[in-house]
């Protein structure tokens, strides 16, 4: 019998549609090679795109899709043609909703040169920068973007509350994570990012934090680190956070923007939003590119697709189980951007200094997956 994976694309809005046919494109030629596996693909619409056919920016038949399958394609969200809707009808509201409705509590979003030449676009200087290598674990269920909201003309609040359990598993993600060996073959560091010396909901998510770490985990060495000093020093010296950046839902946020940042493009930085321990068994989870909508490179067909891309390689490695084709891909990828056959610069989109289109990006890292790692203009 055919082994079935269930997938649900939605592709968002702006650059969402035009980075999700690449990943999509991609995704059938790793299917080719895999016979053995059938996977059904569904569409549902989110975001901007939801709220104008639906009124909503996500509906519930959507939200059901999404559960029942093994996993999410998703593409960002948002424009300004939906920046007056009322705070809950914000296309944003769709992907909240979503990863509530999958229970994706933790978000994995890893930071490092994805190709070695890429070391050349950082705004830092190489010395300060090479040999980046960091994840940041997310929570991505609590904290003040889902605590409850009060909005009037003169004054706004958003509740931002964490409880033991949430801490705990987010703990656990970070931890199984962190056992993975580097290419030393030792254990990462973690290090907690939050702001104990002010926020309530700070100080509970690091004395829970180190409670689980020393009842569960004594093996492994967590430090912390003030989440405003760690947005410093990831500029100043971003090598020295090394490891799993375990940390809440908002300087999450902000601190995966600061990678894109260092290693030169947002374009870049995948991300994986799952629902359980990793190595435990296949994840259920929602797989998108850190960046957002890109409205003001949208249209132009310019949008760098492989953020979009390396979330599928979390897809094929959390989701269904297929870590070969996870790294087969990964090194396409890298082997494009690498590839220096192409106005000197690799095959690459304009946010890398390149002048390929999306589309030529993900045709080649498809030609290179087909071809099994041959340079292609080599
Ligand atoms: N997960 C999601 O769907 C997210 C949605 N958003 C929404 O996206 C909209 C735009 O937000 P911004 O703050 O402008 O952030 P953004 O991430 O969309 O763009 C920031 C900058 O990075 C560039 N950029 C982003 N992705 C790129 C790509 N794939 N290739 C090349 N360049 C890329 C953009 O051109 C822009 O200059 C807003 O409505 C925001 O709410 C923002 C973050 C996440
Ligand atoms: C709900 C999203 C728009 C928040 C965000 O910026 C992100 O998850 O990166
Ligand atoms: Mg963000």
Redesign the pocket.
């Given at each position: 019998m055919a082994n079935r994976k269930k997938l649900l694309v939605l592709s968002g809005d702006h650059v969402g549609p035009e980075i999700i046919k690449e990943a999509i494109k991609v995704l059938d030629v790793v299917a080719e090679f895999r016979p053995d596996i059938e996977i059904d693909i569904e569409y549902g619409l989110i975001g901007g795109t939801s709220l104008n056919a639906y009124g909503l920016p996500i509906s519930d038949q959507t939200l059901e899709k999404a559960a029942s399958s093994d996993a999410v394609l998703l593409g960002s969200v948002?424009g300004p043609e939906w920046e007056h809707f009322p705070g809950h009808l914000r296309p944003?509201i769709g992907?909240?909703k979503l990863r509530a409705r999958l229970n994706a509590f933790a978000n994995i979003r890893p930071c490092r040169f994805f190709a070695t030449s890429l070391i050349n676009r950082s705004p830092l200087k190489p010395e300060i920068v090479a040999g980046v290598n960091f994840i940041i674990v997310r929570e991505n269920c609590g904290g003040a973007?889902f605590g409850s909201k009060d909005e009037r003309e003169e004054i706004g609040s958003d509740l931002w509350v964490y409880r033991r359990a949430e801490i705990e598993r987010c703990a656990r993600v970070s931890a199984a994570l962190a056992m993975q060996p580097s290419h030393s073959g030792e254990k990462h560091i973690v290090w907690n990012a939050d702001k104990a010396n002010v926020l309530a909901s700070s100080r509970i998510w690091r004395r829970i934090t180190h409670e689980t770490f020393s009842r569960e985990f004594p093996e492994l060495e967590l430090q912390d680190q003030l989440a405003d000093s760690m947005a410093m020093l990831l500029v100043k010296s971003p090598t020295k956070f090394n490891g799993i950046i375990h940390t809440d839902n908002t300087f999450g946020?902000i601190l995966?923007d600061i990678s894109g940042g260092l290693i030169g493009s947002l374009g870049v930085l995948p991300s994986a939003s799952i629902s359980s321990v990793p190595g435990q068994g296949p994840c259920k989870g929602i797989y998108e590119a850190?960046h957002?909508s890109a409205p003001d490179i949208s249209g132009k067909g310019i949008a760098n697709p492989v953020g979009q891309i390396l979330s599928l390689v979390l897809l094929l490695r959390f989701s269904f189980e297929m870590s070969d084709e996870a790294t087969r891909l990964e090194n396409a990828i890298q082997v494009v951007l690498d590839s220096s056959e192409y106005q000197g610069l690799g095959i690459r989109t304009p946010d890398l200094g390149g002048s390929a289109s999306t589309k030529e990006v993900g045709d080649a890292i498809c030609a290179v997956y087909r071809s099994g790692f041959q340079t292609i203009y080599g």
């Open positions: 948002g944003e992907i909240l973007y946020d995966s850190v957002g």
